[in-house]
């Protein structure tokens, strides 16, 4: 059920970093990823020591813990008009990551997010990123806004 | 409120958004928050939020719109302080 909002991220195959959504509401979102042992970053972060990069991390967070919460709180919003079948265009406005420890290829990871605000279609939440022993990897405070494109040039 | 009290008490909010500060101390009515101050868009929200708390007033979707230069912000919450006056009385 909660799944059905994945159909509504613009993200494809290598830069889609959502697996399944645990808990999905007005004020907050859980979801997982499993980091794929043949992502395209690992070849060369780094050469035969892979390591998950902090910017895929922290997109990892933005996509489950601001993205998936933003579309299902935008496609509420009277207000903002926006319908079902809009393409829908996610902006990071702001980060602020601390990180803990680091990830490695294979690994699954748990992104849980607390809004903060939603207001005149920003949304501000606080995230935090935990591996499968519930430790915590990365915490910070994230910011964005959904702006609606039209696909065709007329 | 006079408009030069606000005006201000507008250079303390705006300090956190913008790394102008010298800029910031001589601001005035027609001082654009994006193209002058170089705020980010989306931390015009956070202005209003702040403003909102600091004064105890709601901004709407309309008002916020109109934020746009220092004096229109003045305008705005001199507007919303006066509608709480007169629902108070």
Same mark, same amino acid.
């Given at each position: 059920?909660?799944?059905? &909002?994945?159909?509504? #991220? ?6 889609? $970093? ?5 808990? #999905? ?6 979801? !997982? ?7 395209? $970053?690992?070849? /060369?972060? *780094? ?10 991390? +922290?997109?990892? @967070? ?8 933003? @579309? $299902? ?14 393409? %829908?265009?996610?902006?990071? +406005?702001? +980060? /602020? ?6 990830? %490695? ?12 605000? *939603? ?22 405070? $994230? ?7 039209? &696909?065709?040039?007329? | 409120?006079?408009?030069?009290? &606000? ?11 913008? +790394?102008?500060? !010298?800029? #910031?101390?001589?601001?005035?009515? /027609? ?28 901004? /709407? ?29």
């Amino acid at each position: 059920m909660n799944n059905h &909002i994945l159909s509504h #991220l613009p993200y494809k195959s290598s830069f889609r $970093f959502v697996d399944n959504i645990s808990l #999905l509401n007005e004020d907050e979102v859980r979801g !997982e990823y499993t980091l794929r042992n043949d992502a395209f $970053f690992y070849e /060369d972060h *780094f050469v035969g020591n892979p390591v998950t990069p902090g910017v895929i991390i +922290t997109e990892i @967070m933005a996509q489950i813990g601001l993205v998936v919460l933003g @579309m $299902f709180l935008v496609l509420k919003e009277p207000r903002l008009n926006f319908m079902e079948n809009d393409s %829908l265009f996610p902006l990071l +406005t702001s +980060t /602020d990551v601390s990180f803990y420890k680091i990830v %490695l290829p294979g690994q699954k990871v748990t992104v849980i997010s607390k809004k903060q605000y *939603f207001r005149f279609g920003k949304l501000k939440c606080y995230v935090e990123l935990l591996d499968s022993s519930k430790e915590l990897v990365a915490k910070g405070m $994230f910011s964005g806004v959904i702006k609606k494109i039209n &696909i065709k040039n007329d | 409120m006079t408009r030069t009290e &606000i005006l201000n008490e507008l250079k303390k909010v705006f300090a956190p958004y913008t +790394t102008n500060k !010298e800029l #910031l101390n001589s601001i005035n009515d /027609d001082t654009d928050l994006i193209r002058d101050l170089k705020i980010n868009s989306a931390n015009l929200v956070d202005i209003i939020i702040d403003a909102e708390n600091k004064y105890n007033i709601e901004i /709407d979707f309309d008002a916020a719109d109109k934020m746009i230069n220092v004096g229109s912000c003045i305008d705005v919450i001199r507007e919303k302080l006066n509608q709480k006056n007169v629902e108070y009385r």
